[in-house]
């Protein structure tokens, strides 16, 4: 099986900046594209930043000059880096992997439990 923990979400002030971290571990081949993710309640989950093995990256509109997603392949972790936070970017945040856990086996989509953020005015 394979787990994706992340950390670091919090309260920040309108403007602050906060680092999450995701980690995946347990049976895994090989890392394909990572990703962050973020929801609130009673809306659908959307996309903030994606990246892929290679260091391809795409951001969502409302982030991009403001958030900045890396990965580290060798610890197999995802991270993003975000600044000049908003009132609106107040949301859950999940991580998201696509894991073969076998050479030659097929990519699978696993995703965190997800962490708390919230930017106060």
């Known amino acids: 099986q394979v787990q994706l923990v992340e950390s670091g979400g919090g309260l920040v002030q309108a403007g602050g900046s906060l680092r999450l971290s995701c980690a995946a571990s347990g049976r895994i081949y090989s890392i394909n594209d990572m990703g962050w993710y973020r929801q609130a309640p009673g809306k659908q989950r959307e996309l903030v930043a994606t990246i892929t093995r290679s260091g391809r990256i795409n951001y969502a509109d409302s982030v991009k000059d403001r958030f900045t997603i890396s990965r580290d392949n060798a610890k197999n972790k995802v991270y993003l880096e975000m600044n000049r936070l908003k009132p609106e970017d107040t949301d859950v945040y999940y991580c998201?992997?696509?894991?073969?856990?076998?050479?030659?086996?097929?990519?699978?989509?696993?995703w965190g439990q997800g962490t708390q953020v919230t930017v106060s005015s």
């Open positions: 998201n992997a696509d894991v073969a856990q076998l050479s030659g086996s097929v990519f699978r989509r696993y």
